[in-house]
């Protein structure tokens, strides 16, 4: 194994040239993969940084999982963790909306980061960081300024983030921001998951209590296995779009446990119930992480199908893993909520 001189992570698609090869691989020709095919905007070629190598401190993974992406100012963020060694830190990627070209990647902390979103209003990036072994999510603030100014290949210090729990829920599973909300959902494997709402202000600071322990403004119950979520605005309808996984598992169960997108209308996230049956749903490939819209034109959408863990390991008994998606993904927004 080569690695770069000059990056933190390698850079070149770990499996799939480009987005055509990839959208051409075998099991991709299914037919109800159509609807996902017919969404992909061709002209958005971004290969998931870091999944053939990612080093951090030092210390060297061929297991990075990707787990999420937001949208912050000209720049695309992408959260991975760590399958393997216990010791490497979880990655945050820093590439170009633009042109999906690669800037730098940084450390964070050695844990499980899930959701990331951000507040454009302040410029804070919210980052999911769940602790192993600890019963309350836990979220990490850290200025977007401070992320550029990081040197590649290093890791943030404690000092140059904020962290915030909220106890309402045992992990931080995935988030996002909208209308001044930071949303905060937990992927729950029940008949029902919840995320919880927290008002941020101008300065993009939340209302706490003691032991900065975010206060919700109220919840919302969702389906099991949520992903992420996105929310939609049009000219005339607010949505909000969940991706929901229930990991390598399709075929013949594919609409009741492959992976899909939900789309919900609603007009208050105060009286909205996302339980229900939702107005539309979108077959996707097999696991989807989080989505991220961006000018109400692109929905952004990662997976974490083509990590070392998953596509070179066997299926567990009644999963599968045949297809891999190894780019970002770039989503027609205005045909998913037509």
Same mark, same amino acid.
């Given at each position: 194994? %080569?690695?770069?001189?000059?990056?933190? &992570?390698?850079?070149?698609?770990?499996?799939?040239?480009?987005?055509?090869?990839?959208?051409?691989?075998?099991?991709?020709? &299914?037919?109800?993969?159509? &609807?996902?095919?017919?969404?992909?905007?061709? +002209?958005?070629?971004?290969?998931?940084?870091?999944?053939?190598?990612?080093?951090?401190? +030092?210390?060297?993974?061929?297991?990075?999982? $990707?787990?999420?992406?937001?949208?912050?100012?000209?720049?695309?963020?992408?959260?991975?963790? /760590?399958?393997?060694? /216990?010791?490497?830190?979880?990655?945050?990627? #820093?590439?170009?909306?633009?042109?999906?070209?690669?800037?730098?990647?940084?450390?964070?902390? $050695? #844990?499980?980061?899930?959701?990331?979103?951000?507040?454009?209003?302040?410029?804070? #990036?919210?980052?999911?960081?769940?602790?192993?072994?600890?019963?309350?999510?836990?979220?990490?603030?850290?200025?977007? %300024?401070?992320?550029?100014?990081?040197?590649?290949?290093? /890791?943030?210090?404690?000092?140059?983030?904020?962290?915030?729990?909220?106890?309402?829920?045992?992990?931080?599973?995935?988030?996002?921001?909208?209308? +001044?909300?930071?949303? #905060?959902?937990?992927?729950?494997?029940?008949? &029902?998951?919840?995320? !919880?709402?927290?008002?941020?202000?101008?300065?993009?600071?939340?209302?706490?209590?003691?032991?900065?322990?975010?206060?919700?403004?109220?919840?919302?119950?969702?389906?099991?296995?949520?992903?992420?979520?996105?929310?939609?605005?049009? /000219?005339?309808?607010?949505?909000?779009?969940?991706?929901?996984?229930?990991?390598?598992?399709?075929?013949?169960?594919?609409?009741?446990?492959?992976?899909?997108?939900?789309?919900?209308? !609603?007009?208050?996230?105060?009286?909205?119930?996302?339980?229900?049956?939702?107005?539309?749903?979108?077959?996707? $490939?097999?696991?989807?992480?989080?989505?991220?819209?961006?000018? %109400?034109?692109?929905?952004?959408?990662?997976?974490?199908?083509?990590?070392?863990?998953? !596509?070179?390991?066997?299926?567990?008994?009644?999963? %599968?893993?045949?297809?891999?998606?190894?780019?970002?993904?770039?989503?027609?927004?205005?045909?998913?909520?037509?």
């Amino acid at each position: 194994m %080569n690695f770069s001189d000059h990056t933190a &992570a390698s850079t070149a698609p770990r499996i799939y040239g480009d987005i055509y090869s990839m959208l051409n691989q075998k099991h991709l020709k &299914a037919r109800r993969y159509k &609807a996902f095919k017919n969404l992909i905007l061709t +002209n958005i070629d971004i290969p998931i940084s870091g999944l053939e190598w990612t080093t951090i401190d +030092n210390i060297h993974s061929s297991q990075m999982v $990707p787990q999420g992406l937001c949208c912050a100012n000209q720049y695309l963020l992408m959260t991975s963790y /760590a399958h393997k060694p /216990a010791s490497a830190k979880t990655a945050l990627a #820093v590439l170009n909306i633009k042109d999906g070209s690669y800037v730098k990647t940084i450390g964070i902390e $050695p #844990v499980h980061a899930g959701g990331i979103a951000f507040h454009p209003q302040s410029g804070y #990036v919210w980052i999911s960081c769940d602790e192993p072994g600890k019963s309350t999510a836990r979220l990490m603030c850290v200025a977007l %300024n401070t992320v550029l100014k990081q040197k590649e290949g290093t /890791a943030l210090s404690e000092s140059s983030f904020s962290l915030f729990y909220l106890a309402e829920l045992p992990r931080s599973s995935y988030l996002t921001i909208h209308d +001044n909300l930071l949303c #905060v959902g937990y992927f729950s494997k029940t008949k &029902a998951g919840r995320f !919880y709402t927290i008002p941020l202000n101008a300065l993009g600071q939340p209302e706490v209590t003691e032991g900065n322990t975010l206060k919700p403004l109220y919840g919302c119950n969702t389906r099991d296995y949520i992903q992420g979520v996105s929310f939609i605005k049009t /000219a005339s309808q607010k949505y909000a779009v969940f991706s929901q996984s229930y990991g390598r598992r399709s075929h013949s169960m594919f609409f009741e446990r492959g992976s899909k997108l939900l789309i919900y209308p !609603y007009e208050e996230l105060k009286k909205a119930d996302f339980f229900g049956k939702p107005k539309k749903r979108i077959g996707m $490939p097999v696991m989807i992480e989080q989505t991220y819209p961006y000018r %109400n034109e692109i929905l952004f959408a990662v997976f974490e199908s083509a990590s070392r863990v998953y !596509y070179d390991n066997p299926a567990p008994k009644g999963g %599968n893993s045949k297809n891999q998606i190894d780019h970002i993904c770039g989503l027609d927004l205005k045909k998913i909520v037509l």
